[in-house]
């Protein structure tokens, strides 16, 4: 893919219209149709505007999209895998303390009961 592929590709994957983007480049809707067409050429200074708006390299936008998707991809996934660890591990926490709170319980009452067995005996 090239240039004006990308450009469409990463501005319907964020649900960006063209005049959004426009408004953003400072330049009309007409003429920023006529980049994503390939008819009008961007400035280096709108190409490093786009790519700072997308989070990517110029890099990547003058080449492959698809590398941009995988590692978007693969982002998403270590970023749901380290939310679910997160989510275990205060679910883990959370279980022991209540575990902890449950033996502190049982220990309580056992003491009690010893003082009160203790109480019976010596009357």
């Known amino acids: 893919m090239g240039l004006k592929e990308n450009l469409k ?7 960006i219209t063209q005049q959004e983007i426009a408004e953003y480049l400072g330049i009309d809707t007409t003429s920023y149709g006529r980049i994503e067409r390939g008819v009008r050429n961007l400035s280096a200074d709108r190409l490093e505007l786009i790519a700072k708006f997308y989070k990517v390299s110029v890099n990547n936008l003058l080449t492959d999209i698809n590398e941009i998707e995988i590692n978007t ?7 749901d895998f380290l939310l679910y ?13 209540s575990k902890d709170k449950q033996l502190d319980f049982l220990i309580e009452l056992n003491k009690e009961y010893k003082d009160s067995m203790n109480v019976k005996k010596n009357k």
Do not use: M, P
């Not at 590709?9 to 649900?15: A, H």
């Not at 991809?73 to 970023?79: R, V």
């Open 73 to 79: 991809q693969k982002q998403d996934l270590e970023n």
């Open 9 to 15: 590709t990463l501005r319907k994957k964020n649900g």
């Open 85 to 97: 660890l997160k989510q275990e591990n205060q679910f883990l926490r959370n279980s022991i303390a």
